[in-house]
């Protein structure tokens, strides 16, 4: 068994006391442990923070950059190491472990090539200066100086290997020094990528530190002028943001939480056209991928009421061909959810869910291959529909292959429904009707971080509705936790600080060259 030691002030350390076991979810297998009991946090944190935080502001953000490039050289090498630890840890199937470890690779490299074009300067100016005062004799300009505290991620058992990369590419771009806490039950492949840069020596010193086991006494070690990005339910985010530190906004918070997405058919689909074809391949497709946990995971599909026995039988029949069980298996295409424990989670989230709907598809009656359900965390895809959708459909996340269909009358109501969600990740269209998707994304935009559009001629061109692309804002609004990252290089903005500078116009032109010799804290 593996023991997940701790990178803290430059050395590995093992935690104190019982750690806790990371487990197989397919053969129940115990495969590491890990501990941060008995860690001298404060220490740790004010290593990186001074170390790591001078190292990284020495440099400019096209040196940065290139420290990015090299971090995806190091895990480009590892990557079937990566693959077997996932297929291990969260039992998912090799097509599902690429959209973690792939997508983490691809947006290193995006931003590793974004940075590269930044000027050679340690600070980024906003916008041009205005003037302040008759004559262009004062004026104001507003900059961006990188944050001199640390950023603390913490981050949801999902995507140990993408959730650590999509905030690392950024904060590091911006000379941030950052302090990842992995989830536990997958914190091996973070631990894994960790170990491999550090042993590649890519980054300066202090730049890069990683806590692996429990969460507590990190957010006492924060200090003010920190970051806080996390990712995982709204009701850890909620005890989060009841911290001292947090309400007393000293450190800035980034919250990534929970969703419940919806994918919209136009009023124009019927049964065949292109717009329906792909909302239903796109709804199995968001249901089988990582056994539907994905946070941006389609988990509600508003359709024409007309259309609504089509598409359930048209989802059911394809769910049907979906073959659950050991992801090492080569006829399973949906491998296992993280855990009994996250199984228990999705069981009673679905008997929730089905007091107030009907079951168009059961998947409970399917034979796992190569598993023992008694077990196994592996659990079959379940269709539900309701024609007169509760509040309860609206605001229940199920973490898992489950997804409820719901008719509209009207486009009105549609837009309606999808609002319920109470702010969302994602919603996607599909329609050949540009009034409907024009309308739907104005209409759905203020709720939701991203609107995916979907018409027949980007059928095969659009990135998927549940797909999280570097250069596209990723987060929402209200219970997704009103967080924002990634969007190129406004992910940037969060590790800044945005001034004013007030002064005559030929000093305020000097700005941007500005080298400060590096000063105490
Ligand atoms: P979780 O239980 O909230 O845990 C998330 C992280 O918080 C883990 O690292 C956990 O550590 C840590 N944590 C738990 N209690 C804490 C505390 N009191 N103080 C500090 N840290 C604490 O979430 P999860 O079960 O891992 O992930 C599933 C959820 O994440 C779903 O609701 C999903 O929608 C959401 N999610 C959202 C996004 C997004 O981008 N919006 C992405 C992925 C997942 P331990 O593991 O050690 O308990």
Not at 22 to 50: K, Q, Y
Not at 105 to 120: D, N, S
Not at 148 to 167: C, D, H, Q, T, Y
């Given at each position: 068994m ?61 040196q ?12 480009s090498?590892?990557?079937d ?67 001199r ?29 950052i ?52 990712t ?14 947090l ?16 994918a919209?058919?136009?009023p ?28 941006t ?53 679905l ?51 489950v ?23 994602v ?17 759905l935009?203020?709720?939701h ?8 001629e ?28 990634l ?23 000097a ?11």
């Amino acid at each position: 068994m593996h023991l997940l030691q701790n990178y803290v002030a430059g050395q590995w350390r093992a935690g104190q006391g019982q750690p806790a076991t990371l487990h197989d979810p397919v053969t129940g297998a115990a495969l590491a442990s890990a501990s941060s009991a008995g860690l001298d946090l404060p220490a740790a944190f004010a290593w990186a923070r001074e170390r790591g935080g001078a190292a990284l502001r020495a440099l400019t953000y096209a040196q940065r950059a290139a420290l990015l490039s090299r971090v995806a050289e190091v895990l480009s090498a590892h990557r079937d190491k990566y693959f077997d630890i996932a297929l291990a840890n969260s039992g998912t199937v090799q097509a599902d472990s690429a959209i973690d470890i792939d997508g983490a690779i691809y947006t290193v490299a995006y931003y590793a090539k974004q940075g590269a074009r930044l000027a050679e300067d340690a600070w980024r100016m906003d916008g041009t200066a205005d003037p302040l005062a008759r004559d262009d004799a004062y004026a104001v300009r507003h900059v961006w100086t990188p944050a001199r505290g640390l950023a603390l991620f913490i981050n949801a058992f999902n995507f140990p290997a993408w959730g650590l990369w999509e905030k690392a590419a950024p904060a590091l771009l911006s000379g941030v020094p950052i302090v990842i806490k992995p989830a536990t039950a997958t914190a091996w492949l973070t631990h894994e990528m960790v170990s491999d840069v550090v042993k590649a020596g890519v980054l300066p010193d202090g730049a890069l530190s990683l806590i692996c086991g429990g969460s507590a006494g990190l957010l006492d070690a924060l200090r003010p002028l920190d970051l806080l990005s996390f990712t995982g339910s709204a009701d850890t985010a909620a005890q989060l943001r009841a911290h001292p530190a947090l309400l007393r906004g000293d450190v800035r918070l980034n919250a990534e939480t929970d969703s419940v997405n919806s994918a919209l058919l136009g009023p124009d689909a019927v049964a065949g056209s292109p717009a329906f074809d792909t909302l239903v391949r796109e709804v199995v497709r968001e249901m089988r991928a990582k056994s539907g946990q994905k946070c941006t995971a389609i988990r509600r599909i508003m359709v024409p009421a007309g259309q609504y026995d089509a598409v359930a039988q048209a989802i059911s029949a394809q769910l049907a061909r979906i073959t659950v069980g050991n992801p090492r298996h080569a006829d399973v295409k949906m491998g296992s959810l993280v855990s009994r424990a996250q199984l228990d989670n999705v069981q009673s989230g679905l008997a929730v869910l089905r007091t107030a709907a009907d079951v168009l598809f059961d998947g409970a009656g399917q034979a796992l291959i190569d598993a023992d359900p008694a077990v196994a965390a592996c659990m079959a895809p379940t269709l539900l529909g309701s024609r007169q959708p509760q509040a309860v459909l609206h605001h229940t996340e199920v973490f898992g292959p489950v997804a409820t269909l719901m008719p509209y009358r009207d486009t009105a109501q549609a837009f309606a429904l999808a609002r319920q969600g109470d702010g969302s990740l994602v919603a996607s269209l599909y329609s050949d009707d540009s009034d409907f998707l024009a309308q739907g994304a104005q209409a759905l935009s203020e709720s939701h971080g991203r609107v995916h559009l979907v018409s027949p001629e980007a059928a095969k061109a659009h990135t998927g509705h549940g797909n999280v692309m570097p250069q596209a804002l990723h987060g929402g609004p209200g219970r997704a936790g009103g967080g924002q990252e990634l969007g190129g290089l406004r992910a940037l903005d969060f590790y800044h600080r945005r001034s004013a500078i007030q002064g005559a116009p030929p000093r305020l032109q000097a700005l941007p060259e500005a080298r400060v010799p590096e000063f105490a804290a």
